[in-house]
C-alpha cells in the first residue's frame, strides 16, 4: 500500500501533502508564527497528526530559537 507524503518548502514556509505519484493533493501555509521557518515534518502512526519544527526566535520567548507545533493532518 503506497501513501501520501509531505514536503516542507522552507522558502515560503508551506507544506505540500502528495500523492505517491507526485501530484499535488493540497498545500498548507504556515503564516502565524511571526519569524520563525519551517525546518521539518514528521507524521503520527495513524496519519491523522503531523508535527512541525520551526527554527527562529520564539514571539514573547527571547531565549526559544526554535519550536514543534503539532497539526491535524490535511487533505
Known amino acids: 500500500m503506497q ?23 493540497a498545500i ?9 521557518r519551517l525546518n521539518g515534518i514528521a507524521t503520527s502512526p495513524d496519519g491523522t497528526r503531523i508535527w512541525v519544527t520551526l527554527t527562529g526566535h520564539v514571539p514573547g520567548a527571547d531565549y526559544l530559537t526554535g519550536a514543534v507545533v503539532e ?3 490535511f487533505s
Open 3 to 25: 501513501s501520501d507524503f509531505y514536503v516542507a518548502n522552507r522558502g515560503d514556509n508551506t507544506i505540500v501533502r502528495m500523492s505517491p505519484t507526485g501530484a499535488v493533493v
Open 28 to 36: 498548507r501555509r504556515l503564516q502565524s508564527f511571526g519569524d520563525l
Open 71 to 73: 497539526l491535524s493532518a
